[in-house]
T-cell receptor, first 111, second 115 residues
C-alpha cells in the first residue's frame, strides 16, 4: 500500500513560534486529513482537505493539499503550550477504508 | 458529542492468553475500526467493519479477529496473545457517506502489555 512519510519526527519549540510539518506520499491521494493526539487520548480530527491546491484554516492551524496530490503540510502559528501532542497526517485515495497514516510529529512547546 | 468508549485504559496479559478489547460508540455510526499505534509506525489498521456482522481485514490482521454483533459495539480479539502484540490499541468510528467516511472519531485507547 501507499507509504506516507511525515516529517519532522519531533519538534521542540518556544511558545509563540510558528510550526510547520509535512507529509509526502509515493502515490496520489484524493483526501488529506490532519489529526492531533493529546497525551493519553485518541487522535482528534483537525482539518480535512478534498481538492488539490486547497488551503484550509482552523483557528491558528492552516493546512494545504499539495498540487501534485502527493503531499500536504500543516502550519501552526503562534504556538501555545496546549499545542503539545502528536500530529498525524492521513491520506485516502477512494471513499472507502484505505486510509493511511503517517508516523506522526511529536510537538513539544516550552513556555 | 460523539463518544467512543474503550473498556480498559491499561491491560496486562500473559503470553498465550485470549484477550478481548471492547469498543462502544453512541452515535449510530456504521463504520468501526481497530488500529494499533506503535512509536515510529503511526496508526496501522487491523480490521474494520461497515455494518453489523460484517468485517474486513486491514493491513495487519494476523493474530487478531473481530466481532460486530451489534451496531454500536466492535470487539477485537487476540486469540493467543504474544509479546509482539504489546501496543496501544485505538478504536474509531465514522458515519457512512461521502465526506464523512474519512472523519474518524477515536476512543482514548487501550495500552496492552503482553508478558
Amino acid at each position: 500500500g501507499q507509504q506516507l512519510n511525515q516529517s519532522p519526527q519531533s519538534m521542540f519549540i518556544q511558545e509563540g513560534e510558528d510550526v510547520s510539518m509535512n507529509c509526502t506520499s509515493s502515490s496520489i491521494f484524493n483526501t488529506w486529513l490532519w489529526y492531533k493526539q493529546d497525551p493519553g487520548e485518541g487522535p482528534v480530527l483537525l482539518i480535512a482537505l478534498y481538492k488539490a491546491g486547497e488551503l484550509t484554516s482552523n483557528g491558528r492551524l492552516t493546512a494545504q493539499f499539495g498540487i501534485t496530490r502527493k503531499d500536504s503540510f500543516l502550519n501552526i502559528s503562534a504556538s501555545i503550550p496546549s499545542d503539545v501532542g502528536i500530529y498525524f497526517c492521513a491520506g485516502q485515495l477512494n471513499n472507502n477504508n484505505d486510509m493511511r497514516f503517517g508516523a506522526g510529529t511529536r510537538l513539544t512547546v516550552k513556555p | 458529542d460523539v463518544k467512543v468508549t474503550q473498556s480498559s485504559r491499561y491491560l496486562v496479559k500473559r503470553t498465550g492468553e485470549k484477550v478481548f478489547l471492547e469498543c462502544v460508540q453512541d452515535m449510530d455510526h456504521e463504520n468501526m475500526f481497530w488500529y494499533r499505534q506503535d512509536p515510529g509506525l503511526g496508526l496501522r489498521l487491523i480490521y474494520f467493519s461497515y455494518d453489523v456482522k460484517m468485517k474486513e481485514k486491514g493491513d495487519i490482521p494476523e493474530g487478531y479477529s473481530v466481532s460486530r454483533e451489534k451496531k454500536e459495539r466492535f470487539s477485537l480479539i487476540l486469540e493467543s496473545a504474544s509479546t509482539n502484540q504489546t501496543s496501544m490499541y485505538l478504536c474509531a468510528s465514522s458515519l457512512r457517506g461521502a465526506g464523512t467516511n474519512e472523519k474518524l472519531f477515536f476512543g482514548s485507547g487501550t495500552q496492552l502489555s503482553v508478558l
